[in-house]
């Protein structure tokens, strides 16, 4: 066989691959733009960043995240949010798979968090979350945390529905509870599209303190790109 030949099959068996890696690969999945901590992860040192901007009548929040697969089902997470007239926040985070889910039982996950802020410097908060696949299409997520370095309690629910593999829709409840002050509660909507499998666009629209009629509405968009 020529030399012309062999690097024609060998040109030939790499095409039909990638092709073939590509249509297996799954699609991506994001962190955002919802608030509730899910329980997917990362390949053994996959790395994603994810960004998105909200915008309110007060100001404009920014937060850019960087996620690492440790090993399966262990996953670190680093993210800065920076706010105008507010101090930039940055946090540091573990998430550690503790069950995978079935048919009866949902996917937990644990979370610990590292946060630091110019104006309460380094503080810790912790969480746990849950997903319930109640259908293929239909997913039921929420988690119990808390923030502000255990000074606040966070409980967050989301109704998922995914009709197709590029697209997926929530609805989601959050609400704050602290000593100091009546609870805060949250409402908001969602969509995110893969325009490819390792690239996502995601927007947001919500209402913060809906209860108490103290309108706070914002919305967001975002990105997520897989990098491996």
């Given amino acids: 066989m020529s030399h012309l030949r062999k690097w024609g099959l060998v040109l030939c068996t790499s095409l039909i691959s990638s092709i073939s890696y590509s249509q297996e690969k799954e ?10 901590e899910g329980v997917n ?12 901007l909200s915008f309110t009548e007060t100001t404009i929040e920014n937060e850019l995240a960087l996620r690492y697969g440790l090993w399966e089902g262990t996953e670190l997470r680093a993210s800065l949010l920076s706010a105008r007239n507010f101090s930039d926040l940055f946090t540091f985070s573990v998430k550690q798979s503790l069950l995978k889910g079935n048919q009866w039982m949902p996917s937990i996950a644990v979370f610990g968090y590292a946060k630091h802020s110019p104006e309460d410097k380094w503080f810790t908060d912790a969480l746990i979350a849950f997903s319930n696949e109640i259908s293929p299409q239909i997913n039921l997520d929420y988690h119990f945390g808390t923030v502000s370095g255990f000074k606040v309690l966070n409980n967050s629910f989301l109704l998922g529905y995914q009709p197709t593999e590029r697209w997926s829709f929530f609805i989601e409840y959050l609400v704050y509870y602290s000593r100091s002050t009546s609870p805060e509660h949250n409402v908001d909507l969602g969509f995110s599209y893969d325009i490819t499998r390792d690239f996502q666009v995601d927007f947001i629209l919500g209402d913060r303190d ?14 997520s790109y897989r990098i491996r």
Avoid: C, H, M
């Fill in 27 to 36: 699609f991506i999945e994001a962190d955002r733009p919802d608030q509730t």
């Fill in 41 to 52: 992860f990362l390949p053994k040192n996959g790395i994603q960043v994810e960004n998105g």
């Fill in 210 to 223: 809906f209860y108490f009629g103290i309108k706070s509405l914002f919305l967001g968009a975002g990105l």
